[in-house]
């Protein structure tokens, strides 16, 4: 699958939409890519999640961060026959009041999944969430890499490699297209 398919992908569910945008951080943009549109979109989200299920391995564990990623990991957990978890932002105030659902041992190997990366600061703390629980959390792959807000940066300085589908400069090279 190469990066252009991604973003034809991404493109035929109309994921990326152009104009002012105020971003979740507090910034604005030009552009924006709609994580809900291109996670309910059947053709991107197969897309996407066989792209990533080519990047993992059998003895690893997904890990989806609540909410936007949760699609993703479910997705890709099927494609790549690989079991998965859910690594929440904040505890629930009922039930068993967990970080993470979902069945995770001491030790294992997880690659976290995440839909758009801008600051990171949501992929990291999942990514302490999952360690406190126990995980080895050394990779994160990305749909999306914003390449703004030194995000990239922020999760390569709590340890973990992370791997982008698609950067924003590849993304908007033929805006026109």
Do not use: W
Request: hydrophobic share 40%.
């Amino acid at each position: 699958m190469t990066t252009q398919d991604l973003i034809d992908a991404l493109r035929g569910a109309n994921a990326v939409r152009f104009g002012e945008f105020e971003l979740s951080h507090g910034g604005t943009s030009e552009y924006y890519v709609d994580k809900y549109l291109f996670e309910t979109d059947p053709h991107c989200l197969s897309t996407i999640a066989q792209a990533f299920a080519d990047r993992v391995g059998p003895d690893d564990k997904l890990a989806g961060v609540a909410l936007g990623a949760v699609p993703l990991a479910a997705a890709t957990s099927v494609a790549a026959e690989v079991p998965y978890v859910i690594a929440r932002k904040q505890r629930k105030e009922y039930g068993t009041g967990n970080l993470i659902e979902g069945r995770l041992d001491e030790g294992e190997d997880v690659v976290v999944l995440e839909d758009i990366v801008t600051t990171g600061t949501s992929l990291v703390e999942a990514i302490e969430a999952l360690r406190e629980a126990g995980a080895t959390v050394e990779r994160a792959l990305v749909v999306v890499d914003r390449e703004e807000a030194d995000g990239r940066q922020t999760v390569e300085d709590a340890g973990v490699e992370m791997e982008a589908l698609v950067t924003a400069s590849e993304l908007l090279a033929d805006r026109d297209g």
